[in-house]
């Protein structure tokens, strides 16, 4: 029999023909590449790990799960599902959200959180109300109703014909949500939909003060449900259990992934007051599930990230490490003429890149320069993350590594990234 052809690397893209970096193993804060090179993972790959690659100790959990309960249908009960809401709730969610449900990923949370916002006022006899509000820029995933609720345009462009019909306001604009409610009518909207802190749309963006108090506000007052989007910011990346915590407001909805398995696990969470799920209940509705939500082993692994959180206290050492990590890089940019701002919360920061600081001017969109100061860093050995939206960001990078990560680790990223803008600025 013939030899089969080897499919290399060249062939690995699904859209594109350019050959994608081949990692071959992940250690610590590091990924190893085919070629030998070590690149210092800066951005926790997407702002997902956080308990550091290669831990032998969730490799072992994942293991012994897996031999033990495969594939349950997700509406099931396992052991391993139900410590992990239990450890939820008991020691990370605020106490009002207290019911739970998994995911596979940021995008079907986004989905869920839409449907359950829309199964809530159907159940209570308000069909009418059915359009989310969110925000430009913004970003909740790539499903056809959280492209519609975000305001991340690049991700948006081409499926403009397809997207609903869900108004877009100001991210920094409390008023402008409320002329949103009044033009479209309060009894056709279900929810409004938010990220504490912008990510890949905004790199790092930060509310203005009472910003989200008055949303929340506006959101009871008129029979909304607020959604906080924590794909990003959760799970301590923001220096708490999750970034709304910073300003004191708690959601109707909120959901979370990428740190809750660390990066080890496919798995989302979706987690709502009962006043959200009671009426669903009472009405017998269906809520259909994702065919690979709760995957039993993947909520045993999400289920030790967590564990091995609390027990290294890294929430805490998100907190600590972001000071430093916003320090050196305020320092280092705090007067660069190709960064307008430098922002972070916890162990996340992003760095706004221009043509010029004063007076303010961007690059031209069509040179990417968020992707090419990415591409230097990768090149000087450090990965950082491309992002930015047009408005009111265009072009920024984010810092988002594990908590594990040292000082001198945070020393090398950011001297890396400042060799990476020079070269990039100077080769535009």
């Excluded at 708690?250 to 007051?273: C, E, N, Q, S």
């Excluded at 961007?362 to 990965?383: D, H, K, Y």
């Excluded at 939206?389 to 990234?417: C, K, N, R, W």
């Amino acid at each position: 029999m013939a030899e089969q052809p080897r499919v290399g690397v060249e062939h690995y893209p699904f859209i594109g023909n350019v050959a994608p970096p081949m990692v071959v193993a992940t250690e610590g804060n590091y990924l190893v590449m085919a070629d030998g090179r070590r690149i210092l993972d800066g951005a926790g790959g997407a702002i997902v790990a956080n308990i550091g690659h290669g831990r032998a100790e969730v490799a072992e959990v994942a293991a012994r799960s897996v031999a033990e309960v495969d594939y349950v249908i997700p509406p099931w009960a396992t052991p391993q599902r139900v410590a992990l809401r239990d450890r939820l709730v008991s020691n990370w969610l605020p106490s009002e959200l207290s019911r739970v449900g998994f995911c596979s990923g940021g995008s079907e949370a986004a989905d869920t959180a839409i449907r359950l916002a829309h199964a809530h006022h159907v159940a209570r006899g308000q069909a009418s109300k059915w359009r989310v509000i969110g925000r430009r820029p913004s970003y909740h995933g790539v499903t056809i109703a959280s492209l519609s609720a975000g305001g991340h345009l690049g991700r948006r462009a081409g499926y403009e014909n397809i997207l609903l019909d869900f108004p877009l306001v100001a991210w920094d604009d409390a008023d402008a949500l409320e002329a949103a409610i009044d033009q479209v009518g309060a009894d056709t909207v279900a929810a409004f939909i938010a990220e504490p802190i912008i990510g890949a749309a905004g790199g790092v963006l930060l509310p203005p003060e009472g910003y989200f108090a008055r949303v929340a506000e506006i959101c009871r007052r008129h029979d909304i449900l607020l959604i906080v989007d924590e794909v990003m910011s959760g799970f301590g990346r923001a220096g708490t259990p999750f970034g709304i915590e910073h300003y004191g407001v708690v959601p109707d909805i909120m959901y979370g992934g990428k740190g809750l398995g660390g990066g080890y696990a496919a798995i989302a969470g979706v987690f709502a007051r009962s006043s959200v799920t009671d009426p669903i209940t009472a009405a017998g509705h269906n809520f259909m599930f994702f065919t690979f939500g709760a995957q039993s082993t993947h909520c045993a692994v999400a289920d030790k990230v967590l564990q091995i959180m609390e027990d290294e206290q890294l929430v805490e050492r998100s907190a600590k490490m972001g000071e430093v990590l916003l320090d050196r890089l305020e320092t280092a940019f705090g007067d660069h003429p190709h960064v307008a701002a430098v922002r972070g919360q916890g162990l996340w920061a992003g760095i706004e890149l221009v043509a010029d600081r004063s007076p303010y001017r961007r690059w031209p969109a069509a040179s990417g320069m968020a992707q090419r100061v990415s591409a230097a860093a990768l090149e000087r050995g450090a990965w950082i993350y491309p992002s930015g939206a047009i408005d009111p960001v265009q072009d920024a990078v984010m810092f988002g590594p594990a908590f594990t990560i040292s000082e001198s680790e945070i020393d090398h990223l950011v001297e890396v990234t400042l060799q990476a803008v020079d070269a990039a600025a100077a080769s535009a």
